[in-house]
C-alpha cells in the first residue's frame, strides 16, 4: 500500500530559479538544487556534507543528459566542475546540480548510492549517462544496504518532485489501457497516453526516410529522433525498448519522420484519432 508524502519545498531566495531545498518529513537527508551560476557565490554548509548529486544537461540536439557524481564535499566539488569546463577538460555543459547530503553518510555509502543511481537513471533510459566509472563492488554490511535503498527511494521521490525524471521508470500498460496506433511511410507504432505524455511501446517501427522540411521546421523533434538512435532507444528503426514522449506529437513527428499533430494521426484500432477520444 502506496502511504501519502509530505514534502517541504523552501525557494531560498523567493524564486523558484534560484536555489531550492526539499525535505521529506521523518527523513535526515536533505536535496538541494542550486543553478550553476549561484554555486561559485553559495557558502551554505549544508551542501558542503557528503552526498551525491546529479549536473543536469541538454546535448545541442536537444536531448537531456545527467553526470551522477559523489562527493565528501559537494560543493567544493560542484566548484571543481567549474573550473574543469573552463580548463577544457569537461565537454558536457550542465544548467543545475541537484544534490543530497545525509547525516550519516560516508565514503563507502555515497560510492555504493552513485553506483546504484547510475544503474536506475540507464534503466530508466529518460537521460543519456555521462558518469563513465562507479564503484561497482563497494561492500556494505547488510544493514547499511537496506538503509541506501531507503535513502534511494527518497532520493526518487524528491528529484521527480523538483521536475527531473532522471530516476522514474517508463510507464508500463495496465489491463486498463487504450492503445493507439501511428503508421506511415513505412512506420508502424503502438503506444498509449500517459502520465507523463504518450508512451510508445518496444517493437514499434518509425519511418525508413525523413522528409527535407523536417530538419528546419520539426528540427527540435528531428534532433530528438538522431537522439534516440545515437542512445539505442532506436536500434534499425525499431524501439528496443518502452519510452515516454512529453507529447503525442512529439511521438509521431520522430516515429513518421516529419512535422505531426499527433492528435490526429494517433488512433485507435478501429480509426479514431486522439482528439475525438
Known sequence: MAYGKAIELFLVNGTAESLITAELSNWNGKAIKIPRTEVLSCDRDDIKGVGVYFLICQEEDGADSVYIGEAENVLDRLTQHLRDFQAGKEKYYWNAAVTFVGRDLNKALIRYLENRFVEIAKECGRYSILTKNTYKNTV???AQV????????????????????????????????VYLYCKGSGAQAKGFI??????????????????????????????????????????????????????PSAASAVILGRTSNGYDDWKTADGTKLKDM
Not at 525523413?210 to 528531428?222: A, D, I, L, M
Open 146 to 177: 537496506a538503509s541506501m535503498e531507503e535513502f534511494i527511494d527518497n532520493v526518487k521521490i524528491l528529484i521527480n518532485t523538483l521536475g527531473y525524471k532522471v530516476l522514474m521508470p517508463v510507464p508500463k500498460a495496465t489491463s486498463e489501457t
Open 140 to 142: 556494505l554490511k547488510e
Open 194 to 247: 500517459s502520465a507523463g505524455g504518450f508512451t510508445v511501446t518496444k517493437g514499434s517501427l518509425v519511418s525508413d526516410h525523413t522528409v527535407p522540411s523536417f530538419e528546419t521546421r520539426g528540427k527540435n523533434y528531428y534532433h530528438l529522433r538522431n537522439a534516440l538512435i545515437r542512445d539505442g532507444v532506436i536500434e534499425d528503426r525499431s524501439f528496443a525498448r518502452d519510452y515516454e514522449f512529453n507529447a
